[in-house]
């Protein structure tokens, strides 16, 4: 059992490098090379995620043996099974729907999509459970490295926009790094648990605040806060579809979690919050961030680029949880991290769908495909309710979490951001909905001929009925059923997980 | 006093100064291959931090010696080195995937301008 | 048996949600099989709110708690003598209803009828829910499932102008469903509850800033069903939807889940006394008091038989919550009365115009002289509806004004038996002409004998017979007088001995 810690991470990067050198000779046995990998971390999670909460006990486990502090110490804990859990998750379902869609829209390039996909798991896992202050560094870029290569195949601006991603993401990896460096020559440990306790003599020590603030600063790039999310439209829309559909889900959400980790087990309660401004500093970029990114979603044509500004808002929705620094509050942004992957992943994975079957990426083209794959729609309208945050899907719930949380602070103005970006997230994705759902009187047949993508009849013969094969409709079947039974039971994850993490917050 | 104040720390100021001009150079350049130059500045700056950090006067490399014996402030902390070590490899992967998309934006835009670049993308779009 | 009570709520809202996913399924073939999913989840939904009546004028709270989510949230359903007389008359109507429904269906021929029967039973599932909900978080998941719910059903015909309005009402819905989840994070983090208390569990001491935020937050989102002035405009434009669906959910269901809001508003968040206290009494009450007159005023110009219905419907909803606001037993009483009788005899209109409209095409008000000829069980059940919404004694809608008059001569606040007064006489002008005119004038349209379907005509006999009852026997047709009495009771202390 105490090895759970060290599979997770071991077994994806093992099926990673496997899957590398196979992939090379046959593309489908790297395919399952990677696929299986993923699968194993993931029923491991799930072990852990079972496991943790029985036992209400983390599970440490000392890497190479060597005792911690010395040693890199991995410790699942109720957050770090909670994120686990959901990052292997969505690679699960991601590698399940990748292979068709790369064939049609990056074909070439899958030998080296599945080891990166593998990988990227690996690094945000690790990032997740990780108990060691520069190992999360180095799972970082790990995932960044594989981020970088995933993103970069797609349409003919995605080189660009991966550098300039890759740039922002050095200087936010840089930041963070030197963070580590003015907390390590300060406290002398870069062990969690270790410096969490050495740090409440050294509270007033400039450097350890600027390293605070460094760290902090660094992973706020990552996470794409406003404004410095100016890279995500690009990336996002040139990225291939199961591309952007595993890294708007989870990347940015696992440098969040980084910040809401400092915060609990590594800095004091009230550190973020009543000793230095961090706290707050985050909660009006994010309130900012939820402005800016449901405005300008709302004049977007480009499905992806659309989707990408709602993520530049619904990070915020994260960072504002992060902000109020209360337990509810604190819930209600961790909750969204769950509720906003599985949308944003269903999101993403309904356009990989809506352009294998059809070519189509401007949301004016889409009118009427209600008609032509209404499974998938179907499918579509449940994410956009869960999007608006409709009851009883997940994403009511973790608006409401953050508003009790907002009113419990005294936060008005944050409170009003929550209450208006609904409903500005309303008016961009029931305007979609409207199109897709609206007959198209004539155009239909012409429309249709001008714009089977590049599909061949062959290749449709698996499909359902017109739909997208099953090795695709699955992933979003199942994020659909979960996007409602999170938002059902989420009083589940919030006993199990959620309160346990956030009670250091009560100061205990 | 002021100068004493630089003097005891001018490694300290030459990390700053090397940090300011990788940050310049990646967010005021608008070529590309500079700023991927600024990058790799911004990054030597982070490693020479951490060994300056660990830097002790008259202490030896962290490997026992007869000589120094068992007395750990004759030898320079390991750690650091480590985490620079690992640093510097991340780095370099970086700067190659880094020089590798820069060499694809090359191939596929005729230039390593920013602004010419996004240009060339809004009016494809 | 009690045991079984108390799942009874939770079978009720499922009944109406296994037939939402039953319909698309059996599908547009097999539509006799589809048409018995509806009547069977009507039928036993029905049951199974009847059934439990007696037992919560006993004073029985019949109920369960779901799920909870943190200490005082969680889905919670409780039934209580408010929630149960209105889920009573929704899913008594909901019968009829749906028969009414085939037959106007048919009669039209609308396309995607799959869809139409299924997202109104999702509706009525989402109304009794909110009926049942123990607390302000149960009642504004169900309301604001009811708001999407009703939105396939008002872009029904799929024209530009459907979509167009259904913009409208999204971005109504949205917004009330936004304010009250809004208001409901106030409260639960000033209070640490949310469980709604006859009497209210608000006070004073929490300051005004807070209280009145919270008011005009929750105001905002039952106002915007409810269709109180100024947020009536897309109540109107959603009569493009076919007429089954303004019957049922925009003369009943919808915009009661509005009113009755306000019931919970006042009754069971506030209380009457620190709603009247901080004046919010006063300034609700004077909203609904123009609505009232100036709804009546615009209805007499339309020509078009649903939008003069539907500003008569937005004129009435006010009755209900003036009467709320007006604060006195007496005044409550008839308010909680009036929606029923509001209903049965707005329902009875609805489904006289509907039928009107399938069977000759016709749907202004100019078109039906001399229509009575042609159809006189419909014209009959439709002066029925008329007299009564004017307030003639026999029908349903004497009893409920007059207590509403009693109600606020007891307060001292005699203006607003004026408005009843004036508005009744409104309410006279523009729907009685109808009636006269219908069997007075002679048209060479209407010559012969030539009814709707009789799957429309029982179901308006049904509700005309429902109205006249209510008038003749209030407490006669499923208690309704009694739980309007045990509403009043348990919010102010006040027992009627006798009744009427």
């Known amino acids: 059992m105490s090895q759970l810690p060290a599979l997770i991470p071991t077994t994806l990067i093992l099926a990673g490098l496997l899957s590398l050198l196979v992939g090379l000779r046959s593309l489908r046995a790297g395919h399952l090379i990677a696929l299986t990998g993923t699968v194993v971390s993931f029923l491991v999670s799930v072990i852990g995620l079972l496991e943790v909460p029985s036992s209400g006990q983390p599970i440490r486990y000392a890497l190479g043996g060597w005792i911690p502090p010395i040693g890199i110490e991995f410790v699942l804990d109720h957050l770090a099974a909670y994120m686990t859990t959901l990052v292997t998750g969505i690679g699960v379902l991601v590698l399940i729907y990748a292979p068709r869609s790369i064939r049609h829209e990056s074909p070439g390039k899958a030998a080296l999509t599945y080891p990166s996909m593998a990988l990227l798991v690996a690094g945000l896992a690790g990032m997740s459970i990780t108990g060691d202050l520069f190992n999360l560094y180095v799972f970082l870029e790990i995932a960044a490295l594989a981020a970088y290569a995933l993103l970069a195949t797609g349409r003919r601006g995605g080189a660009f926009a991966t550098l300039r991603y890759l740039l922002i993401g050095a200087v936010g990896g840089g930041f963070y790094l030197l963070g580590v460096g003015f907390i390590y020559f300060s406290v002398g440990s870069i062990n969690m648990a270790d410096v969490a306790a050495r740090l409440p003599e050294l509270l007033e020590s400039r450097s350890v605040i600027s390293g605070a603030v460094l760290m902090v600063l660094g992973l706020a790039l990552k996470m794409g ?23 708007a889900p989870i990347m940015t959400k696992v440098s969040a979690y980084a910040i809401v980790r400092l915060m609990l087990d590594v800095f004091p309660p009230g550190f973020f919050t009543e000793a230095l401004p961090i706290a707050a500093t985050i909660g009006w970029m994010s309130a900012a961030g939820i402005l800016f990114g449901s405005i300008i979603a709302i004049g977007q044509q480009d499905y992806r680029r659309m989707l990408a500004y709602s993520s530049v808002g619904q990070i915020a929705y994260v960072g504002l949880g992060i902000a109020l620094a209360n337990p509810i509050g604190l819930i209600g942004g961790l909750l969204h991290i769950v509720n906003h992957a599985l949308m944003k992943g269903l999101l993403f994975l309904i356009g990989g769908a809506i352009q294998w079957r059809t070519g189509l990426v401007r949301i004016p083209d889409m009118v009427g495909l209600g008609k032509k794959m209404p499974w998938t729609m179907y499918a579509f309208v449940i994410a956009v309710l869960a999007m608006v945050g409709i009851p009883p899907t997940a994403g009511f719930f973790s608006k409401v979490y953050l508003m009790i949380g907002a009113v419990q602070a005294d936060a008005w103005v944050w409170f009003a951001v929550i209450v208006l970006s609904s409903l500005l997230s309303a008016i961009y994705f029931f305007r979609m909905v409207e199109f897709v759902f609206r007959d198209v009187e004539g155009a239909e047949e012409s429309a249709d001929d001008s714009a089977t993508g590049g599909v061949s009849a062959d290749e449709l013969r698996g499909a359902v009925a017109g739909e997208v094969p099953p090795s695709m409709f699955i992933p979003i079947a199942i994020l659909s059923a979960a996007v409602i039974l999170v938002g059902v039971f989420n009083f589940l994850i919030v006993r199990a997980l959620l309160e346990p993490a956030v009670a250091p917050l009560l100061g205990g | 006093m002021t100068i004493e104040f630089f003097a005891g720390r001018y490694p300290y100021i030459l990390i700053a100064v090397l940090l300011a001009i990788g940050l310049y150079g990646m967010t005021m350049k608008r070529n590309l291959l500079k700023k991927v130059i600024g990058m790799t500045i911004f990054q030597t700056a982070i490693y020479l931090f951490f060994i300056q950090g660990a830097f002790k006067q008259g202490a030896t490399i962290p490997v026992y010696t007869e000589e120094f014996g068992t007395d750990p402030t004759l030898y320079m902390n390991p750690l650091p080195q480590v985490i620079v070590l690992t640093a510097i490899v991340v780095g370099v992967a970086i700067t190659g995937v880094a020089l590798s998309l820069l060499l694809v934006t090359y191939r596929r835009f005729g230039s390593l301008d920013e602004e010419v670049i996004i240009q060339s993308m809004r009016e494809s779009a | 048996m009690d045991g079984f009570l108390d799942l009874a709520p939770l079978l009720a809202i499922l009944a109406s949600a296994v037939a939402a996913v039953a319909v698309p399924l059996t599908g547009e073939k097999r539509r006799n099989l589809r048409e018995t999913w509806t009547v069977l989840a009507a039928v036993v939904k029905f049951s199974l709110i009847a059934m439990m009546i007696p037992g919560v004028l006993a004073g029985e709270r019949y109920g369960m708690d779901l799920l909870e989510i943190a200490p005082g949230i969680g889905l919670s359903l409780r039934v209580d003598p408010a929630g149960l007389l209105f889920a009573t008359s929704a899913s008594f109507l909901w019968i009829l209803t749906s028969f009414y429904a085939f037959g106007y269906m048919r009669g039209a021929n609308e396309a995607k009828q799959s869809r139409f029967f299924s997202m109104l039973a999702a509706c009525l599932s989402a109304t009794i829910g909110l009926c049942f909900s123990g607390n302000i978080l149960t009642f504004v998941i169900f309301y604001e499932i009811l708001s999407v719910a009703t939105y396939p059903l008002v872009i029904h015909s799929g024209s530009k102008k459907a979509y167009e309005i259904g913009r409208q009402y999204l971005i109504y819905a949205l917004t009330a469903g936004i304010a009250l989840v809004a208001g409901l994070a106030a409260i639960y983090a000033v209070t640490g509850t949310l469980d709604f208390q006859p009497g209210g569990f608000l006070d004073a001491e929490m300051g005004m800033p807070f209280l009145w935020t919270v008011f005009l937050l929750f105001a905002l989102g039952f106002g915007v069903k409810a269709g109180v002035m100024p947020l009536q405009s897309w109540l109107p434009n959603a009569m493009i939807a076919p007429t089954p669906v303004s019957a049922l959910l925009h003369a009943v269901a919808v915009v009661k889940a509005g009113v009755f809001g306000f019931v919970r508003l006042v009754g069971y968040i506030f209380g009457p006394e620190l709603f009247g206290a901080m004046g919010a009494a006063t300034f609700l009450a004077i909203l609904a008091a123009i609505t009232i007159l100036v709804a009546s005023l615009i209805a007499i110009t339309k020509d ?73 069980l419909t014209m009959a059940a439709f002066g029925v509806g008329a007299v009564g919404l004017a307030g003639v004694p026999l029908v349903g809608g004497f009893v409920s004004k007059w207590y509403l008059g009693v109600g606020a001569l007891d307060a001292g606040l005699s203006i607003y038996l004026w408005v009843f007064l004036l508005s009744g006489l409104l309410n006279a002008a523009y729907l009685v002409p109808i009636v006269t005119r219908a069997f007075l004038r002679s048209s060479p349209d209407h010559t012969r004998f030539n009814e709707a379907s009789p799957l429309m005509v029982v179901p308006i006999t049904i509700t005309m017979l429902f109205a006249l009852l209510l008038g003749i026997h209030p407490d006669g047709v499923f208690r309704f007088f009694s739980l309007a009495e045990a509403i009043v009771a348990s919010v102010t202390g006040v027992t009627f001995t006798g009744g009427i």
């Open chain 3, 304 to 376: 078009d038989l649903k939008a003069r219905l539907a500003y008569s419907t937005v004129g009435h909803l006010s009755y209900i919550v003036l009467g709320i606001a007006i604060l006195a037993p007496q005044a409550m009483l008839g308010a909680a009365f009036h929606m029923i009788t509001h209903a049965a005899m707005k329902i009875t209109l609805f489904f006289c115009a509907g039928a009107i409209y399938v069977h000759t095409g016709k749907k202004k008000v100019s078109q039906l002289d001399g229509i009575g000829r042609q159809m006189p």
């Open chain 1, 225 to 247: 806060l406003f404004p410095l999310h100016f890279w995500m439209p690009d990336v996002y829309t040139n990225a291939p579809s199961s591309s952007a559909a595993l890294i």
